[in-house]
């Protein structure tokens, strides 16, 4: 079994650990407590680093790392689909699951997209109820807030979208 390595990273929104094979990114997750994994450096986790911070300083809109995804196929169709949702904007669990040609799998959409290893990258917090309503976030709905809000003010000046 290959050995997994980590790092960290504070940010706006709170600590992330950064998972990473000697390939590619296995995980990122937002920390809720200290972490006990020791913290490595490679070049793909430092580089990792740098992409994360690029972002959080507005000077990146997407990321460009190997990802490896584990899931069943269902789970990584949701993930691509979510890849395609621009900077900035948001769309519907409803719309996601008419995209992968079954509207009935809302909710199977919605638990894939709470499964996604890799916050942020595979930009989960792009999605929305149907109402336009923030809903489910494993990073917490005020992450979800902030993340949108950041990436709208991107895209308009200081547009806030809630």
């Known amino acids: ?62 990321f460009d790392l190997p990802m490896e995804w584990s899931g069943t196929d269902f789970q990584k169709s949701v993930w691509q689909q979510l890849m395609d949702i621009p900077f900035g904007h948001t769309t519907s669990y409803g719309a996601l699951a008419a995209r992968l040609g079954d509207p009935k799998t809302v909710r199977a959409v919605g638990s894939a997209n709470g499964k996604n290893p890799l916050a942020i990258i ?7 109820g149907s109402a336009g309503q923030l809903v489910g976030y494993a990073g917490g709905l005020h992450r979800k807030k902030w993340l949108l809000q950041f990436e709208a003010r991107q895209l308009s000046g200081q547009m806030s979208i809630f």
């Not at 980590?6 to 407590?33: K, Q, W």
């Not at 595979?122 to 929305?128: K, L, Y």
């Open 1 to 62: 079994m290959e050995s997994l390595l980590y790092t960290h990273l504070e940010t706006e929104v709170g600590l992330l650990e950064i998972e990473a094979s000697d390939e590619a990114l296995t995980r990122v997750s937002f920390l809720f407590e200290d972490a006990p994994q020791k913290v490595s450096s490679t070049p793909l986790l430092e580089e990792a680093k740098s992409q994360f911070k690029a972002y959080f300083n507005s000077r990146l809109q997407s």
């Open 122 to 128: 595979v930009p989960c917090h792009r999605v929305i």
